[in-house]
Nanobody, 126 residues
Framework: QVYLEESGGGSVQAGDSLRLACSISRSTSGNYCVGWFRQAPGKEREGVAS????????YYADSVKGRFAISKDSAKRIVYLEMQGLKPEDSGTYSC???????????????????WGQGTQVTVSL
């Protein structure tokens, strides 16, 4: 079993920045993927960014390219999502997911991710 825990959400104004963190309970061997997803009320969960281990390849949704950056600290088992230039449409519950098979890293197909955190709320107001 692997546990993930998100932190760093909050309420900010448009144009502000936030850094989310996803802490992973234990090391995972082999190739795997960690993704950040968000879900707004009444909308489907969507992939925002993902990072593939061990090559550090990253993938982003078009809506966040150039504004968000995903990174990792392997020693601390933390994956970060740095968000800049936040917009109201970025609001939602942000969750991190772990895909042990790593086959869905580039597509960020959430239903194939194996483990999930509880999520952290991000609210962006004008």
């Amino acid at each position: 079993q692997v546990y993930l825990e998100e932190s760093g959400g909050g309420s900010v104004q448009a144009g502000d920045s936030l850094r989310l963190a996803c802490s992973i309970s234990r090391s995972t061997s082999g190739n795997y993927c960690v993704g950040w997803f968000r879900q707004a009320p009444g909308k489907e969960r969507e992939g925002v960014a993902s990072i593939y281990f061990p090559t550090d390849s990253t993938y982003y949704a078009d809506s966040v390219k150039g504004r968000f950056a995903i990174s990792k600290d392997s020693a601390k088992r933390i994956v970060y999502l740095e968000m800049q230039g936040l917009k109201p449409e970025d609001s939602g519950t942000y969750s991190c997911g772990l895909d042990l098979g790593s086959r869905y890293c580039s597509t960020m197909t959430h239903r194939f991710f194996d483990y999930w955190g509880q999520g952290t709320q991000v609210t962006v107001s004008l």
